[in-house]
């Protein structure tokens, strides 16, 4: 290449290609910028036998206690939480978390794969046994994942991913009591025990440990979720109020649970004492 065509090169490189100062990859420690919510449509899946494990690991993960009864011990199915099969935004998506695994977490204390996170939801959120690693039933599920996450760069955050932050510092139990028998009792039951909508507490509901039973995880699930025929329609006090009154809500435990985060980094929600925190006092 001639000299002066390389430093023009050089330069455009420097100025980032179009006269903006290229980004500071150092400082997001390699991980791309966060993309855009976008769901792959079905007619885009594969054809053959890795099309027909993505079909069925959504079929699993829509009609979970239905067909895997050994091991799930309440009423619920994965979607209960991650609704319309995990592609709505704010609605705890499975787009693009195929790529965010292995991934360190602090209640474990250790890194995960993706069977790791799924195993979690079955032992907390299921209320039950975890799947055989390596069978069939779990490979659907991470074809599946992997399917959602198709068009999204491995490590990136994905807009809508998660649920909203809500400020949980007022929640006030009376208050999301009256709340409920109002708005979510129709779909849910006044017993909490689910009818049209899952259990929300009970020995059909999720267990002590589950994410959803604290107190910041239901306010900014039911703050973008809840009622599911008016999502977004409670204001941040509304669902703080509601999650307050669901996590006081009696469910079934979780023995071990004390030995969670065992580096003694609790988030402050965590509706149990647990040992590492309490030693580190
Ligand atoms: C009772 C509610 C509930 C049910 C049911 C549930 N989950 Fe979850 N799930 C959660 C919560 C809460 C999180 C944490 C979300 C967060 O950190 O933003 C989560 C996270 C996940 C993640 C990681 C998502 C991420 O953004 O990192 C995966 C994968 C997952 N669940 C799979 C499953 C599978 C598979 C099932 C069924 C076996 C299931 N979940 C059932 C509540 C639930
Ligand atoms: C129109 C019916 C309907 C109404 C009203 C409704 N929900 Fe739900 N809810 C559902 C359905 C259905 C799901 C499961 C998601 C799915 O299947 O797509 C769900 C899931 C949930 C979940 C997670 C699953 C579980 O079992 O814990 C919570 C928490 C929840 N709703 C809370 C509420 C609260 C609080 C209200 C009142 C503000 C409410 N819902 C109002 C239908 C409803």
Same mark, same amino acid.
């Given at each position: 290449m001639d000299l002066r065509l390389a430093g023009l090169a050089l330069g455009m490189l420097a100025l980032g290609g179009c006269g903006e100062p290229p980004a500071p990859r150092a400082a997001a420690g390699y991980v791309p910028d966060t993309v855009a919510f976008q769901v792959p449509s079905d007619s885009t899946m594969p054809p053959g036998l890795l099309g027909e494990s993505i079909r069925r690991g959504r079929a699993l993960l829509e009609h979970t206690a239905d067909s895997l009864p050994e091991h799930v @011990? !309440?009423?619920?199915?994965?979607?209960?939480?991650?609704?319309a099969a995990g592609t709505l935004? @704010?609605?705890?998506? *499975? %787009?693009?978390v195929y790529g965010q695994f292995p991934q360190y977490r602090s209640r474990v204390a250790r890194v995960q794969v993706i069977e790791d996170r799924i195993d979690d939801c079955f032992i907390r959120s299921m209320n039950g046994k975890p799947l055989?690693? @390596?069978?069939?039933d779990v490979r659907d599920m991470v074809a599946y994942f992997a399917f959602l996450s198709r068009d999204i760069p491995v490590g990136a955050r994905v807009e809508g991913q998660g649920i909203p932050k809500v400020? %949980?510092? !007022?929640?006030d139990t009376s208050a999301g009591k009256a709340l409920y028998a109002v708005e979510c009792a129709r779909c849910h039951g006044a017993d909490g025990g689910g009818y049209v909508g899952p259990a929300l507490w009970g020995d059909s509901s999720f267990n002590i440990g589950a994410g959803m039973a604290r107190l910041r995880t239901a306010a900014g699930f039911i703050r973008a979720n809840m009622p599911m025929d008016r999502r977004g329609s409670m204001t941040d006090q509304q669902s703080a109020d509601l999650a307050a009154y669901l996590v006081s809500r009696p469910r079934p435990d979780l023995p071990g649970?004390?030995?969670? *985060?065992p580096n003694g980094d609790?988030?402050?929600? %965590?509706?149990y004492p647990t040992l590492a925190a309490q030693q580190k006092r």
């Open positions: @011990g !309440n009423t619920l199915a994965c979607t209960s939480c991650h609704p935004a @704010g609605g705890m998506p *499975w %787009v693009g055989p690693r @390596g069978g069939k400020d %949980v510092s !007022n929640a649970k004390e030995y969670d *985060w609790p988030p402050p929600d %965590v509706a």
